[in-house]
C-alpha cells in the first residue's frame, strides 16, 4: 500500500516534491509538501475536520464530484497527526 501524508491522506507518490521537509532540511516521510515544510504544519490550528473539510473542497476544485471527495478524505480523523497521545 503507497505510504500516505499523516495529516491530509494524500499518496506521498502523487506529492510533486515526494513529501514535506524536516526542520533539518531532509524529506519527510510522514507528511506531505503541502501539510508540512521546515519542520512545522503550514496549518498548526486546524482540526481533522477542518482538515477534511478543506481537502474535499481542493478535490472539488479538481473535478471530483463531493462523493468521491468524502471518500478520499474520509480516513483522515484516522491519521496519525489526529490521534490525541
Ligand atoms: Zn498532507
Redesign the pocket.
Known sequence: MAKV?Q??G?PLNRDKHGGGTNADGSKSTT??S??YVDGAFTQPNLNATEMQAFCVEKLKEQGFPGVMAWLFTRSIPKLDRWQKT
Open positions: 501524508c495529516s491530509c494524500m507528511f506531505c503541502l501539510c
